[in-house]
């Protein structure tokens, strides 16, 4: 059985714009994942000058930010990058449904499309297992990105 996600033709990002909103918390994490993102939307072929980044404290601020950018019109994908993970209590679980549903909801306000990469977690070591192991999360979140702004750029 394979655990790797169905292979995807090749998309030219040359045309995009894409905004990605990246947590703080878990800074190394969520660097790690960005810096994956944005590697494999450059191999795709989208221009540095049409990537914008914002920051925000923590997971729960991230639908907050990707509404800014989704409802400014100036993407045709945006991007949310954060990192739950598991401690004393189900605080993770709780935010990352929150999270979800948020992400969810500004897609469909405004009719962009939004990447779920928030990624909910058990324990430290899958989350590094993710962000900068062998399981590639920022490239399948680059890769839904590039076939969700093709797909926005077809049905406008
Ligand atoms: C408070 C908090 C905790 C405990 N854990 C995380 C986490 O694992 N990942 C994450 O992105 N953010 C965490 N935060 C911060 C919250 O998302 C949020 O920034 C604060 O509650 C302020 O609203």
Redo the contacts with the bound molecule.
Sequence with gaps: MSLSPPTRQTINGAKFRIGIVA?C??EALVGALLERVEATLAAAGVKDKNLTCLRV?????VPWAADRLAGSGRFDCVVAL????G?DTN??EM?GQSVSHALQRVALATGVPVINGVLVTDTLAQARARCTGRINRGAEFAHAALEMAALQRQTS
């Design positions: 947590a918390f878990n404290p923590g997971s729960h601020e954060g990192v739950l993970i401690g605080h993770h935010v």
